[in-house]
């Protein structure tokens, strides 16, 4: 057995939001230095790491990433940090693997370099590790994410992740208050929040695209019940499966917030606070992935491509710089969901991610 579960359970009981893995990264970057690799702390300014393993010879650079944060929840009242993504597994799975390829010695050409990124909820992790120039000399990166048992159960993997875009869009809607009783005198911020949210509702994509769009937080308070609210914030999130339909489907939301916002004398200052693109994959590496996948779990172990409404900032990699990418799914039985307050998987499968990452890594540098 490997120590990846060492690594997990103290990362687990550590949970930071993004920009905030403080305590996370000093760990990872004290054990990869003491295994051996050159580390480079604070990459942009942020908690990102990189490390590189360079065996002077000729060959490809390749990069493995993992992400760090954890996500905020509002549990019993309490604003929280807690790993319900699993991102605690990712780390400890690449720094597992990251310091048995070292100890055995079988890396043979080329860079090995790990980068170790934070802050992949909010969008903005990858983006910043790359303006932090962690991937100027990269020719290939790969990531992972674990699975929910009903997309991929323990004991099967998945070579390719299809991700979808997702945005996040935030209103602030600015109405004119009003005594309740002279409501002809106000713009109601409420009334505007309501149209805008019924406005987007209408908007429709080609049938055969799985797209969404959907309101996900509205705040309006005119802090006594007998006036008329001025002020209003209204959230959105969409997702789509490829970057043209997410064009589509924002330039229409943003569209529909303005017009039917000021349809009654209302203003809308919107702003477009995230942006994931959907996956680009490289057949080469998604061919490499596969058949480490098959090395370690054999070929019943290999599941079909998954293609998922989910996000991941991952894909900033490839998108902003000419890198071959690849993607895979873990399966870890993992229950009752993603982001779910009691998210719980099998932490024994975490073997699994080692074995296939180390593979992977072999295929290209070995």
Same mark, same amino acid.
């Given at each position: 057995?490997?120590?990846?579960?060492?690594?997990?359970? @103290?990362?687990?009981?550590?949970?930071?939001?993004?920009?905030?893995?403080?305590?996370?990264?000093?760990?990872?970057?004290?054990?990869?230095?003491?295994?051996?690799?050159?580390?480079?702390?604070? +990459?942009n300014?942020?908690?990102? +790491?990189?490390?590189? @393993? %360079?065996?002077?010879k000729?060959?490809?650079?390749?990069?493995l990433?993992?992400?760090?944060?954890?996500?905020?929840?509002?549990?019993?009242?309490?604003?929280? =940090? $807690?790993?319900?993504?699993?991102?605690?597994?990712?780390?400890?799975?690449?720094?597992?693997?990251?310091?048995?390829?070292?100890?055995?010695?079988?890396?043979?050409?080329?860079?090995l370099?790990?980068?170790?990124?934070?802050?992949?909820?909010?969008?903005?992790?990858?983006?910043a590790?790359?303006?932090?120039?962690?991937?100027?000399?990269?020719?290939? +990166?790969?990531?992972?994410?674990?699975?929910?048992?009903?997309?991929?159960?323990?004991?099967?993997?998945?070579?390719?992740m299809?991700?979808? =875009?997702?945005?996040?869009?935030?209103?602030?809607?600015?109405?004119?208050?009003?005594?309740?009783? $002279?409501?002809?005198?106000?713009?109601?911020?409420? %009334?505007?929040?309501?149209?805008?949210?019924?406005?987007?509702?209408?908007?429709?994509?080609?049938?055969?695209?799985?797209?969404?769009?959907? =309101?996900?937080?509205? +705040?309006?308070?005119?802090?006594?019940?007998?006036?008329?609210?001025?002020?209003?914030?209204?959230?959105?999130?969409?997702?789509?499966?490829?970057?043209?339909?997410?064009?589509?489907?924002?330039?229409?939301? #943003?569209?529909?917030?303005?017009?039917?916002?000021?349809?009654?004398?209302?203003?809308?200052?919107?702003?477009?606070?995230?942006?994931?693109?959907?996956?680009?994959?490289?057949?080469?590496?998604?061919?490499?992935?596969?058949?480490s996948?098959?090395?370690?779990?054999?070929?019943?172990?290999?599941?079909?491509?998954?293609?998922?409404?989910?996000?991941? %900032?991952?894909?900033?990699?490839?998108?902003?710089?000419?890198?071959?990418?690849?993607?895979?799914? #873990?399966?870890?039985?993992?229950?009752?969901g #993603?982001?779910?307050?009691?998210?719980?998987?099998?932490?024994?499968?975490l073997?699994?991610?080692?074995?296939?990452?180390?593979?992977?890594?072999?295929?290209?540098?070995?």
């Amino acid at each position: 057995m490997s120590n990846v579960l060492e690594h997990y359970h @103290y990362l687990h009981q550590i949970p930071e939001l993004g920009f905030e893995e403080v305590k996370t990264s000093n760990y990872i970057a004290n054990k990869l230095e003491e295994a051996g690799y050159k580390v480079t702390r604070n +990459i942009n300014n942020t908690t990102g +790491i990189v490390a590189e @393993y %360079d065996t002077g010879k000729s060959g490809p650079v390749l990069a493995l990433r993992a992400d760090m944060d954890a996500l905020g929840h509002i549990i019993d009242g309490q604003h929280c =940090a $807690r790993h319900t993504c699993g991102h605690d597994g990712h780390s400890s799975m690449l720094l597992t693997a990251a310091q048995e390829l070292i100890k055995e010695g079988n890396i043979k050409k080329g860079k090995l370099k790990l980068i170790f990124q934070p802050a992949e909820e909010l969008g903005s992790g990858a983006l910043a590790m790359i303006e932090g120039g962690a991937i100027d000399d990269v020719d290939m +990166i790969i990531g992972l994410h674990v699975r929910p048992k009903d997309e991929c159960p323990k004991g099967f993997a998945s070579a390719a992740m299809f991700y979808s =875009a997702s945005t996040t869009v935030e209103v602030d809607i600015h109405g004119i208050p009003a005594h309740g009783a $002279r409501p002809h005198l106000g713009v109601n911020a409420l %009334d505007a929040a309501t149209m805008a949210i019924q406005a987007v509702n209408t908007i429709h994509l080609a049938p055969s695209l799985t797209y969404s769009v959907k =309101a996900t937080r509205c +705040i309006c308070d005119a802090g006594v019940t007998n006036a008329i609210p001025s002020e209003a914030y209204v959230c959105w999130d969409l997702r789509a499966p490829t970057n043209p339909a997410m064009d589509e489907l924002k330039a229409k939301t #943003l569209k529909a917030i303005e017009l039917s916002v000021a349809s009654i004398g209302a203003k809308a200052d919107i702003k477009v606070s995230k942006e994931i693109p959907a996956a680009e994959i490289d057949d080469e590496v998604t061919k490499i992935i596969a058949e480490s996948i098959t090395d370690v779990l054999g070929k019943e172990g290999l599941k079909d491509p998954i293609f998922t409404p989910g996000g991941e %900032d991952f894909f900033n990699y490839p998108r902003e710089r000419d890198v071959k990418s690849g993607f895979w799914g #873990l399966g870890v039985d993992l229950t009752p969901g #993603l982001h779910h307050p009691d998210m719980t998987f099998d932490t024994s499968a975490l073997e699994n991610g080692v074995k296939i990452t180390k593979t992977c890594a072999l295929k290209v540098l070995g």
